[in-house]
């Protein structure tokens, strides 16, 4: 049985906690460390979400919190189905200023999906002149992530260029539980499989970010120069198969 959702709901995202919050994460000293960019315009259009912001937000000491400027998180999480598979699919456009030529990392626009139960990450980025696909297990601060007497912490990023760049791209991320696979698709075509993957992965929280991947270095930051990410995102398609349902089993509409 397929059971299919569209979250979305755009014109909420200034009632933070409805449908989508603010992304980021609880530190030791008890604060949290927000993914929001103090200046970024969003505006909500033909039921599309468009922001831009100069990017600003910068972490000296943790590489996670330095990699997201401004982020958007689903309120509800998507549970994998046991025995089936889930999808997420929408359409991303991707445009920056004052990056560097050819460096995707240098600023990009995201679609994350997010295990906090496992530290997976199943994530598409796009920039200006090309995109990636990426899957890994991440020590994201608060979460616990599973032994193991293999390589515990991980991502694996794949870059490519044959996509239209500065345009709206499908983009769609696939992952069944039965098999242990990922497959990720650019407009209808599969471009990448992940197989064996080394742990379960249970539910997802849907991320929406403008990002930078630049490691920190010995003086901690070098993630912010006044590059600007403008960003478009579709509401996501969540299609799930073998009768599974959400958290919640509601739809939540466009």
Same mark, same amino acid.
């Given at each position: 049985?397929?059971?299919?959702? &569209?979250?979305?709901?755009?014109?909420?995202?200034?009632?933070?906690?409805?449908?989508?919050?603010?992304?980021?994460?609880?530190l +030791?000293?008890?604060?949290?460390?927000?993914?929001?960019? +103090?200046d %970024?315009?969003?505006?909500?259009?033909?039921?599309? $979400?468009? %922001?831009?912001a100069?990017? !600003?937000?910068?972490?000296?000491? &943790?590489q996670?919190?330095?990699? =997201?400027?401004h982020?958007y998180?689903? &309120?509800?999480?998507?549970i994998?189905?046991?025995a089936?598979?889930?999808?997420?699919? $929408?359409d991303i456009?991707? #445009?920056?200023?004052?990056?560097?030529p050819?460096?995707?990392?240098?600023?990009?626009?995201?679609?994350?999906? $997010?295990?906090?139960?496992?530290g =997976?990450a199943?994530?598409?980025?796009?920039?200006n002149?090309?995109? =990636?696909?990426?899957?890994?297990?991440?020590?994201?601060p608060?979460?616990?992530?599973p032994p193991?007497?293999?390589?515990?912490?991980?991502?694996?990023?794949?870059?490519?260029?044959?996509?239209? =760049? #500065?345009?709206?791209n499908t983009?769609?991320?696939?992952?069944?539980? &039965?098999?242990?696979? %990922?497959?990720?698709y650019l407009n209808?075509?599969?471009?990448?499989?992940?197989?064996?993957?080394p742990?379960?992965?249970?539910?997802?929280?849907i %991320?929406l970010?403008?990002?930078?991947?630049?490691?920190? !270095? +010995?003086?901690?930051?070098v993630?912010?120069?006044?590059?600007?990410?403008?960003?478009?995102? !579709? +509401?996501?398609?969540?299609?799930?198969?073998?009768?599974?349902?959400?958290?919640?089993?509601?739809?939540?509409?466009?």
């Amino acid at each position: 049985m397929e059971h299919t959702r &569209v979250i979305g709901d755009f014109h909420t995202i200034l009632d933070e906690g409805q449908v989508w919050k603010m992304g980021g994460f609880p530190l +030791p000293d008890g604060t949290f460390w927000e993914y929001r960019e +103090p200046d %970024a315009v969003v505006i909500v259009r033909n039921g599309i $979400l468009y %922001a831009r912001a100069t990017l !600003s937000r910068q972490n000296d000491h &943790v590489q996670i919190l330095d990699n =997201a400027k401004h982020m958007y998180y689903s &309120v509800e999480s998507v549970i994998v189905p046991e025995a089936g598979e889930v999808s997420f699919e $929408l359409d991303i456009r991707a #445009r920056t200023q004052n990056t560097a030529p050819n460096d995707l990392y240098d600023g990009y626009v995201s679609l994350n999906l $997010l295990d906090f139960t496992t530290g =997976a990450a199943l994530d598409f980025f796009a920039g200006n002149d090309k995109y =990636a696909s990426v899957f890994g297990i991440l020590p994201f601060p608060g979460v616990v992530v599973p032994p193991s007497d293999k390589t515990r912490f991980f991502c694996i990023f794949k870059e490519d260029t044959n996509f239209k =760049a #500065r345009e709206f791209n499908t983009y769609k991320i696939t992952y069944n539980r &039965v098999t242990d696979e %990922a497959i990720f698709y650019l407009n209808g075509v599969e471009i990448r499989r992940d197989k064996n993957i080394p742990i379960k992965l249970n539910q997802f929280t849907i %991320a929406l970010g403008m990002m930078t991947e630049k490691d920190l !270095s +010995p003086e901690g930051s070098v993630s912010v120069h006044g590059q600007t990410v403008i960003a478009e995102w !579709s +509401p996501i398609t969540v299609t799930t198969t073998d009768g599974a349902k959400d958290s919640k089993n509601v739809d939540l509409g466009e």
